[in-house]
């Protein structure tokens, strides 16, 4: 089945560690990449956005991401944390030929320890 | 002022009951989502809306519909609601496919 499926369901780093968060997802064609946080209590916000381009994007916060298309893959990095990015991490992709419909994977819990 | 707003923000209800949730944005955007988010589950897709008369499925639509009443308002219902429809809903909008999404607070619905 098509899907979006992110590797590591919780995840616990201490502060100055680095992060790779893996997202694969199995629909071919064009995708738009995303990934967001949900940080506490709160709703989702953009970290970085896949288009087009440079495989390598920049986020918010000292996030970055790689697509590379033979994976299907698109993980989140960090090189190092901080105890403020304990969040859950959604990666998301829009499939332009189901007519943009945007699907989410299961989402990553980080915890960071100070 | 938010630009997507959902009310109520949070729900109890009791098991049968009709309750419609509401989103509406001020961004302009044409396209709105509502989704359910469980634990572990991450976020999934009820029904998504290109513009006011399209309307289309997501991945666990059974059991909800949907009403876009205008381009900046979307509504999703629970007919009979049970309890296993216990969830944390967000609706969530963008600009044709040029955008990412932007999403409400969330409305944190309980069925008892």
């Known amino acids: 089945a098509q899907s979006v499926s992110q590797h590591n369901h919780h995840v616990i780093l201490s502060e100055a560690a680095s992060l790779e968060l893996g997202c694969n997802y199995s629909y071919g064609g064009t995708v738009n990449l995303f990934w967001y946080v949900q940080y506490p209590g709160q709703h989702l916000q953009l970290l970085l956005k896949y288009f087009s381009g440079d495989p390598l994007v920049k986020g918010i916060k000292g996030f970055e991401a790689e697509f590379i298309k033979s994976k299907f893959s698109f993980n989140l990095r960090k090189p190092s944390v901080q105890w403020s990015d304990t969040a859950e991490y959604f990666c998301a992709v829009r499939i332009y030929n189901q007519g943009g419909k945007l699907i989410f994977g299961q989402g990553t819990e980080l915890s960071v320890k100070p | 002022d938010a630009d997507v707003t959902q009310t109520p923000r949070n729900r109890i209800t009791k098991t049968g009951k009709r309750i419609m949730l509401e989103c509406s944005q001020t961004?302009?955007?044409?396209?709105m989502y509502w989704y359910r988010q469980d634990p572990g589950l991450g976020l999934r897709l009820i029904y998504y809306s290109f513009d006011v008369k399209d309307i289309n499925k997501g991945e666990i639509s059974d059991g909800y519909s949907v009403s876009r009443q205008a381009q900046a308002k979307f509504s999703l219902s629970l007919e009979s609601a049970i309890p296993n429809q216990t969830a944390l809903y967000f609706c969530a909008t963008s600009l044709g496919v040029d955008t990412e999404a932007f999403f409400g607070q969330g409305t944190r619905l309980t069925v008892v």
């Open positions: 961004k302009g955007h044409d396209r």
